[in-house]
């Protein structure tokens, strides 16, 4: 039997939830002082324009995400969904969505919903997909499109001759030599990097473990999410 006094017990817990909103409360109006060095107008007021415009801009990105959705379900011949996402990843997968502010990249996010509930398209939806569209920029989506244009077959081996991105790609030769290959600007290269660092490519080393940007190899994770952002038919 508890020697604990129920009564004492439920103090406490008064306590830590007076607590927790006190903090919350401290950092709200922090937020709010914050706010009105930068806002002309009573605090209140900046506070309010401030949510309210958060609130519209997210309406608006959700309204539009739903009107894509259903467009897209249109274009591969479905009135609706055929199959449901499970919660795990379709509420990381809605709220990333309804917060990008790019129509390229929202657009993906609604093919990729749309697969992710189209029983026929072939498409098993993964976490890392997601997490991989969060990280991407509009130019670094626009090289993966451009890289995997190219025959998987001929490129996995072969790399692919990055220099001429953003605009041209080609498959690569083992036999080329790469000292006669150009090099990418320097937004190119850095969007590289960050598409290696996603897996979504590989760069190569030269011996002295520098990274060599003149060509890139695809990955089995990167053609996997290009295809799961590409519209699928029913």
């Not at 919903?113 to 969060?134: H, K, P, T, W």
Request: net charge negative.
């Amino acid at each position: 039997m508890s020697n604990k006094d129920p009564i004492s017990e439920t103090a406490k817990a008064v306590q830590e939830v007076a607590k927790t909103t006190g903090k919350a409360i401290d950092a709200g109006e922090r937020f709010g002082k914050f706010i009105s060095r930068f806002v002309a107008g009573p605090l209140e007021q900046g506070v309010g324009i401030f949510e309210d415009k958060l609130k519209y801009m997210r309406w608006e990105r959700q309204v539009r995400l739903m009107q894509r959705a259903d467009q897209l379900l249109g274009e591969i011949g479905l009135a609706q969904p055929t199959r449901a996402i499970p919660l795990k990843l379709a509420v990381p997968l809605l709220e990333a969505a309804s917060l990008e502010d790019d129509d390229r990249l929202q657009d993906l996010w609604a093919r990729l919903l749309v697969n992710a509930a189209n029983s026929r398209s072939g498409v098993d939806l993964q976490r890392a997909y997601i997490a991989i569209l969060e990280q991407i920029t509009p130019l670094e989506a626009a090289l993966l499109q451009n890289i995997y244009s190219l025959p998987f077959e001929q490129t996995q081996h072969n790399g692919v001759v990055v220099g001429r991105l953003p605009t041209e790609v080609a498959v690569g030769r083992n036999d080329e030599l790469e000292d006669k290959l150009p090099e990418p600007s320097d937004e190119v290269k850095l969007a590289l990097a960050n598409l290696a660092r996603l897996g979504c490519i590989s760069i190569g080393k030269s011996w002295g473990g520098g990274e060599i940007f003149k060509t890139v190899n695809p990955t089995l994770l990167g053609r996997s999410f290009v295809e799961a952002c590409t519209l699928h038919t029913a």
